[in-house]
Structure formats: structure tokens, C-alpha cells
T-cell receptor, first 114, second 113 residues
Framework: AQSVTQPDIHITVSEGASLELRCNYS??????LFWYVQSPGQGLQLLLK??????LVQGIKGFEAEFKRSQSSFNLRKPSVHWSDAAEYFC????????????FGAGTRLFVKA | EAQVTQNPRYLITVTGKKLTVTCSQN?????MSWYRQDPGLGLRQIYY???????DKGDVPEGYKVSRKEKRNFPLILESPSPNQTSLYFC????????????FGPGTRLTVL
């Protein structure tokens, strides 16, 4: 079955510290992988996506993610967190099988300490 | 401005009273989709549409209907709402397929009493 797991419901980091948000997926075919961010009271905005090529993907706002096929993971990273990064982050998978659906993880809420 | 709009943004209704949440995009996108967001569950896809008159079920379609008569509009219909449909609903669109970047509307918070 297709699924996305984000093991951390919430994470707290200090401003300026590094961040890694975990994402594991299960998908029967070649996946398209996404990270979206949702600021409080807002819709979702794409941070980055991966389909093929270089397994380290750069996104907006200084975020990057690394695809590891052997671990079925697509973890999101940022070297230095800013207070404005406090939000909820969603990992998602889509593809050309299973009826063109999109599967989202449950999300990880990021808190940033001053 | 390129955008996805939803109306209403907030709605409180009672069990069994039919309602429609509208969604419109001005980007000439072929793919449109509805999601519901519930705490601890993330976003779950309700229905999606690959083009005009082409719709298909997502993971949680029960109790919902959709139609796609025009490319820009993709309304979500709850013919007999129940309290378990209280949720935050998002409409999204993409150029062609689910594998393209999806652009999300601002959300509709629905409460069914």
C-alpha cells in the first residue's frame, strides 16, 4: 500500500540550529516526492520536489532534501533555522500509478525557540 | 494574480443540510483536487479531476460529490453533511497531473453540528 510516514509529530529547535525532518514512504513505482509547508492559517506552499537526477534537491527558503532509495526516505534539512520557519511541514508522494493520487504524511509541526 | 480561491472560508451548518464549497483557479490548470485536513492525519485526498468531465475518487470520497463542468471550477458538494465531516478543506490545482506542483487555496473551515 502507498503511504507516507513522518515519525515526528512535533520538533523544537533553537533559532540558528540545524534542522532535519524525517519522511519515509512506501510506493510501488517510481515516486515523485514533495515537501510542502503550511504556515498558521494558510494553505500549503511547495518547498521542493524530487523525481529523478541528483538525489540532493534544493528548495526555497534555504531548505534541501535528500532522496535515499535504499531507505525509502526523503528527509528535509536546513542548516540554520529562523524564527519564521515555525510552521507545519508535510511530506507527500505521487506518481503515475494508483490513479494519480497524492498521499500526504501526517505532518511535523516545527517550533523555533528564541 | 495566479491563485486558487475557495468560498466560503468558514461555514457552520447542521446535519443533513446540503452545502457546496466552491473552488476556482485562474491558471488554466487541468488537474484539480480536494483534500481534508484533520489533526494527526495530515491531508487526505477526497476527489481529484484530471480534466473537464473527468473525476476520480481519492482515499476518502464517502459522503462527498464533485463535478467538473468547466476547467476553472471544481465544486465540492456535501449532500447530507454529518458531524464527522467537520474539517478543514483545501482545494488544489496543478498544470497537468498529481506529479506536478500543486497550488493550494486558503482553505475552508467547515463545522457540522
Amino acid at each position: 500500500a502507498q503511504s507516507v510516514t513522518q515519525p515526528d509529530i512535533h520538533i523544537t529547535v533553537s533559532e540558528g540550529a540545524s534542522l532535519e525532518l524525517r519522511c519515509n514512504y512506501s510506493y510501488g513505482a517510481t515516486p515523485y516526492l514533495f515537501w510542502y509547508v503550511q504556515s498558521p492559517g494558510q494553505g500549503l506552499q511547495l518547498l521542493l520536489k524530487y523525481f529523478s537526477g541528483d538525489t540532493l534537491v534544493q528548495g526555497i527558503k534555504g531548505f534541501e532534501a535528500e532522496f535515499k532509495r535504499s531507505q525509502s526516505s526523503f528527509n528535509l534539512r536546513k542548516p540554520s533555522v529562523h524564527w519564521s520557519d515555525a510552521a507545519e511541514y508535510f511530506c507527500a508522494v505521487a506518481g503515475n500509478t494508483g490513479g494519480f493520487k497524492t498521499i500526504f504524511g501526517a505532518g511535523t509541526r516545527l517550533f523555533v525557540k528564541a | 494574480e495566479a491563485q486558487v480561491t475557495q468560498n466560503p472560508r468558514y461555514l457552520i451548518t447542521v446535519t443533513g443540510k446540503k452545502l457546496t464549497v466552491t473552488c476556482s483557479q485562474n491558471m488554466n490548470h487541468e488537474y484539480m483536487s480536494w483534500y481534508r485536513q484533520d489533526p494527526g492525519l495530515g491531508l487526505r485526498q477526497i476527489y481529484y479531476s484530471m480534466n473537464v468531465e473527468v473525476t476520480d475518487k481519492g482515499d476518502v470520497p464517502e459522503g462527498y460529490k464533485v463535478s467538473r463542468k468547466e476547467k476553472r471550477n471544481f465544486p465540492l458538494i456535501l449532500e447530507s453533511p454529518s458531524p464527522n465531516q467537520t474539517s478543514l478543506y483545501f482545494c488544489a490545482s496543478a498544470i497537468g497531473r498529481a506529479t506536478d506542483t500543486q497550488y493550494f487555496g486558503p482553505g475552508t473551515r467547515l463545522t457540522v453540528l
